[in-house]
């Protein structure tokens, strides 16, 4: 990038392409930087470069930015485009598909693409009636605030159960949620493609969404959303509109956890004898710098058998998109991570991401691993289940 900027290496040059693409910009290089350098704007501003010139770079590249825009900036499209996704995942095609090992002599890419979706589905089973059991509303409390929560687009899709918990557990700890109704898409994918004014377009948005609710904290579950959320400020830091607002606005989000460890958390019931470790999100862990406060909400649960997860700090390899972009390299990453699930010997991972739930989910389906993934925070709303503090 220096070179770059120096004259020293041409712009278009394949080399400078070749290193800014490989990247998975999971920002672990920020928190040892000794000089804190925010390398994740820096790559950002970077593949902005590479966005603008429109070179050829493969199929799945054009896809993805014929998505970026003429999908994800438009609200209708994309819940349209996740409804249609969601319904073939809830009829069960994607374990069918799985199952006739078709989709892997077609493509490798493609059969690792309907594993993400067949990950993102709600556990079966008993924890399927559990989790219809805890939909039930808590039994009311005394309201210590009021905050907005960022649904995000992946959640909201695909993982609305998480943000069903969300708001249950708050709930009984005191803050009720609001979530309004114009947000939409953080932009994280756009800046990680380098569609900058993409996500610009939907920052302002997001900020214009939340202005309603004053100073009160804006509360995310997905580690890639807050990170996102939390960079608006240096996003529109040269918008004369939206500048102050934006720095703002991106001092009021926090992760559920963070919040959680702000309120303080009550105790709920024992969850058994079952083996759980938790994995990080790399932008929950770097961009929301939140280390210790999804644990502490782990260990909010008695009893809880949590096993520490060898590498729980490094990507798990899906980082957005780069698990299609770039298989071969995500591939690599995701092996080392599940060689420490298998040696870790837990049955169920929590992580604070979907992207990271749905890219372990995938690589464990198809290695023939028995592992069950959930956010942390469906634990506990599964522990305050079973202390009866939800009505029926």
Known sequence: ???????????????????????????????????????????????????????????????????????????????????????????????????????????????????????????????????????????????????????????????????????????????????????????????????????RLLARQNIEAFGAHGNAPVITNAGGCGAMLVSYGHLLADDDRFAVRAKEFAGRVRDVSQELESVGIKAGANLGSEVITYDASCHLLNGQHAIEAPLKLLRSIPDLRLVPLEGAERCCGGAGVYNLLEPAMSSGVLQEKLDHIRANGARILATGNPGCQMQIGAGARLAGMELSLCHPIELLDESYRRAGMYEP
Not at 10 to 28: K, V
Not at 133 to 147: G, I, L
Not at 183 to 192: E, I, K, N, W
């Open 1 to 199: 990038m220096r070179a770059v900027e120096e004259g020293k290496l041409a712009e278009d040059s394949p080399s400078f392409r070749l290193h800014i693409d490989r990247c998975l910009g999971c920002r672990a290089c920020e928190p040892v930087c000794p000089a804190g350098v925010e390398y994740g704007q820096l790559l950002e501003a970077s593949r902005a470069q590479l966005f603008v010139r429109e070179e050829p770079r493969g199929p799945s590249y054009r896809l993805l930015r014929f998505a970026l825009r003429h999908v994800w900036v438009h609200p209708v499209r994309l819940r349209l485009a996740f409804a249609v996704v969601r319904s073939l995942r809830n009829a069960g095609l994607p374990p069918l598909l799985l199952k006739s090992r078709l989709l892997g002599v077609i493509s490798s890419r493609l059969e690792f693409g309907i594993a993400l979706l067949a990950s993102s589905a709600p556990p079966s089973g008993e924890q399927s009636v559990r989790n219809s059991e805890a939909a039930s509303s808590p039994a009311p409390q005394s309201v210590k605030k009021v905050a907005g929560l960022f649904t995000g687009c992946v959640t909201a899709g695909l993982f609305s159960r998480v943000n069903d918990a969300t708001r249950r557990v708050l709930r009984v700890n005191g803050v009720e949620l609001q979530a309004p109704k114009t947000q939409t898409c953080c932009g994280a994918l756009h800046a990680h493609a380098g569609d900058l004014e993409g996500a």
